[in-house]
């Protein structure tokens, strides 16, 4: 007479691998939710932002997104350059340049020294933050500076080992209102 076995053993097995399988999609799908917080900049740094900072090397890719596998959008090629740093994700920061090119980068492709470039054309650089003070340079536009301080509407930068004072709008790299103290190990 043929045996008729029951599917209990099978079915409990079944049913072991469908809940694994459904506890797996459910822990993928909390982590797929928790991106966009994560590339919206929620990564619980606690520095400010946006705030400025530099590029420590002269060779950095630009990325679309925050990891190695993402296409570079460009190559940044001047170390020192100002960036703007709008948003941190792990090990990574998405900046903007003076162009107004966003991109992301590794966290270690920066430096909070802080420096500016000169916009626009020629700027005149005085020996105190007064207009009619005497002039002791001219910095053309691309000149990448160090930012020493800001009073009111006016920075303190030193290019080629001549320091200066220019007007705040005269330069790209230092907020509206916001008072700059560089630390230079004085």
């Not at 043929?2 to 909390?30: D, I, M, N, Q, T």
């Not at 590339?39 to 400025?52: I, T, W, Y």
């Not at 997104?65 to 090990?91: N, Q």
Request: glycine content about 10%.
């Amino acid at each position: 007479m043929p045996e008729l076995r029951g599917c209990g053993a099978r079915h409990r097995a079944l049913k072991r691998s469908v809940r694994l399988r459904l506890s797996l999609f459910a822990a993928l799908f909390s982590f797929l939710a928790a991106i966009p917080a994560a590339l919206a900049g929620d990564s619980g740094a606690v520095d400010k932002m946006p705030r400025f900072e530099s590029l420590r090397s002269d060779r950095i890719n630009l990325r679309v997104g925050p990891g190695l596998t993402y296409p570079i959008l460009w190559v940044l090629t001047r170390k020192g350059m100002p960036v703007e740093v709008l948003r941190e994700f792990d090990h990574w920061r998405k900046i903007r340049d003076f162009d107004g090119d966003n991109g992301w980068v590794q966290e270690s492709m920066m430096t909070p020294e802080r420096t500016v470039i000169v916009t626009g054309r020629i700027r005149a650089l005085h020996a105190r933050p007064e207009p009619a003070s005497r002039l002791v340079a001219r910095a053309e536009p691309g000149v990448v500076a160090r930012l020493l301080a800001c009073r009111g509407a006016w920075c303190q930068i030193k290019a080629s080992g001549i320091t200066g004072w220019v007007k705040r709008d005269a330069v790209w790299g230092v907020g509206g209102e916001e008072e700059a103290k560089q630390r230079l190990g004085r």
